[in-house]
T-cell receptor, first 112, second 112 residues
Framework: TQLLEQSPQFLSIQEGENLTVYCNSS?????LQWYRQEPGEGPVLLVT?????EVKKLKRLTFQFGDARKDSSLHITAAQPGDTGLYLC????????????FGKGTRLSVIA | EPEVTQTPSHQVTQMGQEVILRCVPI?????FYWYRQILGQKVEFLVS????????KSEIFDDQFSVERPDGSNFTLKIRSTKLEDSAMYFC??????????FGSGTRLTVV
């Protein structure tokens, strides 16, 4: 069974601080996806990383896929209250139509 | 922006009753999925559907569950003889087959 462990589980920071969220596994994934989920809503796709070592930027968010395709990180620069939410990583073991394995998520709270 | 639409948003049912959760995937998507999220737990894969048949299912998706695409637009999840532990958020998702899913907002099922 492939598992994805996210850390930290909870994170509370001041506006303007930087943070990094980690997503780790002992298994290799074909791709890793990062989602953000608001209360009572479905996950919303932020980014997909496919190639080992790949780095993708989305405004103040930087996503990295580990060289061995077993882990990923999400770095947020100068966090804002609007970044508050649940961040989920999800791994696909194969390309194409394949079920996702989700981590438990990191609940981020950015205080103004 | 195209959306995956789920109805109802909330469903309360008595234990032992049957429920049907409905989804309208994005029109040009070919792959459809059901996931569930028990309160405070991970998002879990239930089933994937392609070309009018189940392509993969998890251990959770036993004989109590079934899926159907009754027409060109709807995708349904039927849960027979509901149990208390079926209470969860149920998310429908669709994709083109490339990486990245679009999730619906979910149906909150409460079994009493």
């Amino acid at each position: 069974t492939q598992l994805l462990e996210q850390s930290p589980q909870f994170l509370s920071i001041q506006e303007g601080e930087n943070l990094t969220v980690y997503c780790n596994s002992s298994s290799v994934f074909s791709s890793l996806q990062w989602y953000r989920q608001e209360p009572g809503e479905g996950p919303v796709l932020l980014v997909t990383v496919v190639t080992g070592g790949e780095v993708k930027k989305l405004k103040r968010l930087t996503f990295q896929f580990g060289d061995a395709r077993k882990d990923s990180s999400l770095h947020i620069t100068a966090a804002q209250p609007g970044d508050t939410g649940l961040y989920l990583c999800a791994g696909a073991r194969n390309s194409g139509n394949t079920p996702l394995v989700f981590g438990k998520g990191t609940r981020l709270s950015v205080i103004a | 922006e195209p959306e995956v639409t789920q109805t109802p948003s909330h469903q309360v049912t008595q234990m032992g009753q049957e429920v049907i959760l409905r989804c309208v995937p994005i029109s040009n998507h070919l792959y459809f999925y059901w996931y569930r999220q028990i309160l405070g737990q991970k998002v879990e894969f239930l089933v994937s559907f392609y070309n009018n048949e189940i392509s993969e299912k998890s251990e959770i998706f036993d004989d109590q569950f079934s899926v159907e695409r009754p027409d060109g637009s709807n995708f349904t999840l039927k849960i027979r003889s509901t149990k208390l532990e079926d209470s969860a958020m149920y998310f429908c998702a669709s994709s083109t087959g490339a990486v990245g899913y679009t999730f619906g907002s979910g149906t909150r099922l409460t079994v009493v």
